[in-house]
C-alpha cells in the first residue's frame, strides 16, 4: 500500500522474508514431487529431453508384450517338435521291430518221384504274375551233349615201311674247278616243302677240306650239311652229293628233295668251276618218299555249343567200343564236378572232350572249336572207336536242387525262401499276404502239372506293425495341427513376425523351410500297407526315409532354437535399453532429496532469523510511540 510507509530496515527484512518463504515453496515442492524439474519453466532443455526419453523407453516397453508373446509361440513349435521327433523314434522302432521280425510261416512238401512240370508260386510279394520252378532238367538231353545219334567213325589205317625221299648230282670230276675271288655258287634246296637258298663262295671253299680253291664233293658235302643242318643228311661217294630228307615221320610221301639248277659266277679268272662241271646245269631228278604212317582209328561228335548243367540223378550213359571192345559208360555229375571246371555244367566241347577221355578206356579226347574226336590209343588196322547213341536218365531234380532253383530265382528271392525238410520242400512264405503253391496235391505232395489250391499263410505280426506305423503317422499330423499360441502356428507354416525396434526398422520374420507345414506329407511319411512291409529292402528304405524326415525335424528344431536365442537376446536387450533411457531421465529430472531437506532446514532457519530481525527493526518504530503516549 502506497499509503504506509515502512522504514527501510523493516522493507529489507521483509524482502529477505519473502524470498525465504518462495525458496521454501519450491524446496517442499521438489520433496513432494521428488523431480527437480516438474515442467518446462524449471529447466526447458532437461524437461524435454527427459520426456523424449521417457517417450522412447515407454515405445519399447510396448513392445516386450510383442516379444514374449513370439518367445512362447517359438516354444509351442518347440514343444511340438519335440513331440514330432519322439514320434518319429517311435515309427523308427516299429519299422526295426518289422525288419527284425522273420515270424513267416512254412509248409513242407513230399516229393513225388513221377513228378512232371513245374512248381508255380503266386501271391504273397511275388504278385498276380505266377512264378514256376522246373521240376526236372528240361534241358539235359542226349541232344544237348552231341550225343542223339551214334558218332561219325573213322577207322585206323595200317602202316608200311617208311623211306626217306631224296636228291643227288654228281661232278664232272674229282677237279670239277675252283672258286675264286667274288664269285659264289648258288642254288636251291627244297625240303619236305621248305625252300632254302644255299650260296657258297671262295671263302667258305678254302675254310673246309684242307684249305685252296679247289672245290671238291667232300667239301661241298661238309659246307651243305652246315647249310640243311638237322633238316637233312648230306651223304653220297665219290663225286656223287645225295641230300635226304630227315622228315621226322621218318619218311613217306611227305618226305621230299628238291634241288634246282646251280648259278656260278665267272666274274674273276681264277674260277674255272661251273655248273656243268658241278653237275648242276640242270635241275636233278628226285625219287620220293614212301611207305604209309600206320593211324589211330576215331570218332567224331558235335558239341551243340550251350552249356547244360547235369544234376545229382542224371545219368548219362551210352556204349564206347575201343578196339573192337565194348564198354558201358555212366556219366554222372560226379565226373562233370571232377574232370569239369568245378560247377557240374559241361560248358564247352573241350570240358566235354575231358568228360570221355576220362571216362573211356584206351582213348584221347579233344576238340576243334564244337567238334569233339575220340582217338584210339593204338594205331593200325584194327584202331577203332565207335560210340552209340546216349541216354539220359534221372532228370528230376531232388529236394537240395530244387531248393537252390528257388532261391536264386531273381523274382523269388526274398519273397519265399526254400529248404530240405529231411527231404521234403519247405517252403517259407517271407510275405504278410497268402501264397498259393501251384503243383501240391491235396496230399501235399508236389507232382507238378496246373494242380493248385495249397496257400500258406502271411505274417501277422508284420501286418500289424504297419498298422502301427500309420497311427503313429496321423498323431503325427495332429501334433503340428496342435501347435498353436495364440492364433499362430509355426508347424502349419504361419508366420511370426517380431519388431524390435519403436521405428520398426529392426525385426525378425520366423517361418518353416520353404514356408510349408511340417507335417507327414511334408516329410514324405505315407500310409503303410501290410504288403509294404513284405521285402527287407523296402522296410530299409522306409527307415531311410524316417531318418531323414528326422533330421529335416531336428534341422528345423535347430533354427527355431536359434530364433528363440535370438529374440531372448534381443528381449533381454530391450529390457536393459529401457532401463538406461528410464535412468537417463530421471538424472535428467529427479531430485537429490537428501540436498533438498538440507535446503528446506536451512531455509527454516533462515526464516526464524529473518522473523526475529524484522521484529527487532519493528522495535525502532514502536520506541517513538512510546514518546507519544
Not at 371 to 397: E, H, R
Not at 618 to 625: E, G, I, M
Amino acid at each position: 500500500m502506497s499509503d504506509i510507509s515502512l522504514s527501510k530496515a523493516v522493507r529489507s527484512n521483509l524482502l529477505s522474508l519473502q524470498n525465504t518463504a518462495s525458496l521454501m515453496e519450491k524446496t517442499q515442492n521438489r520433496l513432494a514431487t521428488g523431480n527437480k524439474v516438474n515442467s518446462a519453466l524449471d529447466n526447458p532443455t532437461n524437461f524435454f529431453t527427459a520426456s523424449a526419453l521417457n517417450s522412447r523407453a515407454g515405445d519399447l516397453g510396448s513392445l516386450l508384450d510383442s516379444m514374449a508373446n513370439g518367445i512362447q509361440t517359438l516354444e509351442a513349435a518347440d514343444n511340438g517338435l519335440s513331440a514330432i521327433t519322439k514320434t518319429l523314434e517311435s515309427m523308427q522302432s516299429v519299422l526295426r521291430q518289422a525288419r527284425q521280425d522273420k515270424t513267416f510261416l512254412t509248409d513242407s512238401y513230399e516229393i513225388s518221384p513221377g513228378a512232371n512240370g513245374n512248381i508255380g508260386f503266386q501271391g504273397g510279394s511275388i504278385g498276380a504274375t505266377t512264378r514256376y520252378i522246373p521240376l526236372h532238367n528240361e534241358a539235359l538231353t542226349n541232344a544237348a551233349v552231341g550225343m542223339a545219334a551214334a558218332s561219325t567213325n573213322t577207322p585206323g589205317v595200317a602202316g608200311s615201311a617208311l623211306v626217306q625221299g631224296y636228291s643227288e648230282f654228281t661232278l664232272a670230276s674229282a677237279t670239277p674247278g675252283n672258286l675264286a675271288g667274288a664269285d659264289t655258287i648258288a642254288f636251291d634246296v627244297t625240303i619236305d616243302g621248305t625252300p632254302r637258298t644255299i650260296t657258297f663262295d671262295s671263302v667258305d671253299i678254302a675254310s673246309v677240306g684242307g684249305g685252296g680253291q679247289n672245290v671238291t664233293a667232300a667239301k661241298l658235302r661238309t659246307l651243305l650239311q652246315t647249310e640243311l643242318g638237322s633238316a637233312a643228311v648230306i651223304g653220297g661217294s665219290g663225286d656223287t652229293i645225295r641230300i635226304t630228307s630227315n622228315n621226322a615221320a621218318g619218311g613217306g610221301t611227305g618226305s621230299t628233295v628238291a634241288i634246282t639248277a646251280a648259278t656260278v659266277g665267272s666274274s674273276d679268272v681264277g674260277t674255272t668251276v661251273t655248273n656243268t662241271t658241278l653237275g648242276l646245269a640242270t635241275a636233278p631228278s628226285a625219287t620220293a618218299g614212301s611207305g604209309t604212317v600206320a593211324a589211330a582209328g576215331y570218332a567224331t561228335l558235335t558239341w551243340p555249343g550251350t552249356p547244360i548243367e547235369v544234376n545229382n540223378d542224371a545219368r548219362i550213359t551210352f556204349t564206347a567200343t575201343v578196339d573192337g571192345q565194348p564198354q558201358k559208360i555212366e556219366i554222372s555229375r560226379k565226373d562233370v564236378l571232377k574232370v569239369g571246371n568245378g560247377n557240374a555244367t559241361i560248358d564247352t566241347a573241350d570240358e566235354f572232350a575231358a568228360i570221355l577221355a576220362a571216362k573211356i578206356d584206351g582213348v584221347s579226347a579233344s576238340a576243334s572249336g564244337n567238334t569233339i574226336t575220340v582217338t584210339s590209343d593204338s594205331t593200325g588196322g584194327t584202331s577203332a572207336v565207335a560210340l552209340g547213341s546216349a541216354t539220359v536218365t534221372g532228370t528230376n531234380y531232388d529236394s537240395d536242387e530244387l531248393v537252390r532253383l528257388i532261391n536264386t530265382n531273381p523274382h523269388l528271392r526274398d519273397r519265399i525262401r526254400a529248404s530240405n525238410d529231411d527231404g521234403k520242400l519247405r517252403i517259407e512264405n517271407q510275405s504278410t499276404q497268402e501264397l498259393e503253391v501251384h503243383g501240391v496235391n491235396s496230399a501235399g505232395t508236389i507232382v507238378g502239372g496246373t494242380t493248385t489250391g495249397e496257400k500258406i499263410g502271411g505274417n501277422t505280426v508284420r501286418s500289424d506293425l504297419a498298422k502301427q506305423f500309420n497311427e503313429l503317422r496321423d498323431q503325427l499330423d495332429k501334433l503340428s495341427d496342435d501347435a498353436s499360441f495364440n492364433g499362430i502356428n509355426l508347424l502349419r507354416g504361419d508366420l511370426l513376425t517380431i519388431v524390435f525396434n519403436e521405428t520398426g526398422t529392426s525385426s525378425i520374420d520366423v517361418q518353416t523351410k520353404d514356408q510349408l507345414a511340417l507335417n507327414s506329407a511334408k516329410l514324405n511319411l505315407f500310409d503303410l500297407e501290410a504288403k509294404d512291409l513284405d521285402l527287407d529292402g523296402d522296410i530299409d528304405e522306409f527307415l531311410m526315409t524316417v531318418k531323414e524326415a528326422l533330421s529335416h525335424v531336428r534341422t528345423q528344431a535347430s533354427s527355431f532354437g536359434q530364433n528363440l536365442s535370438m529374440v531372448e537376446n534381443r528381449q533381454a536387450f530391450t529390457k536393459n535399453m529401457i532401463n538406461t533411457l528410464e535412468t537417463g531421465a530421471a538424472n535428467l529430472t529427479l531430485a537429490d532429496m537428501n540436498e533438498e531437506a538440507a535446503n528446506l532446514l536451512a531455509l527454516q532457519t533462515r526464516q526464524q532469523l529473518s522473523s526475529n530481525s524484522l521484529s527487532l527493526a519493528s522495535q525502532a518504530d514502536q520506541s517513538v510511540l512510546q514518546l507519544l503516549r
